[in-house]
């Protein structure tokens, strides 16, 4: 992968991570015993068979739609607390950048109102890359990362030695806070209307965000910042209770497009994300990609 091309790629990576990865209002160190020892973090929320479909209601029937009256100043925040109070959730991103497609598959919980989640890509995908969010830590595995083999890389959003780094607005998006000044008040909110999203009754809003906001606040370095646009237009359609079921984003960077769309569903199911033990990661200056 050429430098172009890395950079290409990180700084799509970036602008997608924060609505992707949804973000809670716990504090880190919440589950602070079951981060980092390779031990399991369990959702705590009823088994499939007591949570009816899994879509957050016992009989699978969503009602007709949402109220249509949220707010660009509160939209992100009431969505991604919908999420929280779900208490889980699983999800499919499809992305495209450069005429290559990606698939990969989600699930996240809250633990004591602390987000753990975990990304998978699909078997046959051009690039295999897996990541765990927990304690507001990342940590990613991929191949052609420079990690050692069967390793994690641990982005940690308060280690010093990442400011600055190729990887600080991964590890600072990891972090729930951080996540939601970068997405601050939304510069434009419009309500398109209601649609069927699979079986679902949605609300489509289409929203603008500021790109030098997001790029402050996450601390992503200015080469990176540089070539992202202007404003990040993106779409989602909520459901009766203001959960997302759908996201889509494209945008244009040193004239390659990416585009990604990620639908959520089986809201409440009983998911279970083991966190990387400590024995079992790297941080960037261990692997040599601080600078």
């Known amino acids: 992968m050429n430098a172009r091309t890395a950079r290409t790629s990180i700084a799509a990576l970036l602008a997608s991570t924060l609505l992707l990865a ?32 899994g879509d957050g209601s016992q009989d ?12 660009k100043d509160t939209f ?10 779900a208490g889980s959730y699983r999800s499919t991103a499809t992305t495209s950048a450069g005429g290559v497609d990606a698939v ?3 699930e996240a919980s809250y633990v004591d109102g602390a987000l753990v989640a975990r990304a998978k890509s699909q078997p046959g995908n051009p ?5 765990v969010i927990a304690d507001g830590i990342l940590y990613l595995k991929s191949d052609g990362m420079g990690v050692p083999a069967g390793k994690w890389l641990k982005l940690d959003p308060e280690d ?15 972090d729930p806070e ?24 949605a609300d489509h809003y289409r929203a603008v965000m500021s790109t030098a906001n997001y790029a402050k606040e996450l601390g992503i370095p200015a080469e990176v910042a540089d070539i992202l646009p202007p404003q990040l237009p993106f ?29 959520y569903f089986d809201y409440g199911a009983d998911i279970d994300i083991e966190v990387p033990a400590d024995r079992d990661t790297v941080t960037p200056t261990e692997a040599g990609l601080a600078s």
């Open 104 to 106: 990969m598959d989600g």
């Open 127 to 131: 690039q295999q890359v897996e990541s």
């Open 60 to 71: 699978g029937d969503q009602g007709g739609g949402t109220s249509g009256s949220l707010d």
């Open 235 to 263: 779409d989602m359609w909520v459901d009766s209770e203001n959960r997302p079921v759908k996201f889509t984003l494209t945008f244009e960077i040193e004239g390659v497009s990416s585009s990604t769309e990620q639908t």
């Open 178 to 201: 951080a996540a939601l000044r970068a997405v601050g008040s939304l510069k434009e909110l419009e309500l398109v209307g209601s649609e069927k999203v699979g079986d679902v009754d």
């Open 22 to 53: 949804g973000c809670s209002d716990g504090d880190k160190g919440a589950d602070n015993d079951k981060a980092g020892d390779g031990t399991s973090s369990d959702a705590g929320s009823p088994s499939p068979s007591d949570a009816g479909t």
């Open 76 to 85: 992100y925040e009431t969505i991604t607390k919908a999420q929280q109070d």
């Open 160 to 174: 010093p030695a990442n400011a600055g780094g190729p990887f600080a607005g991964l590890a600072a998006a990891a």
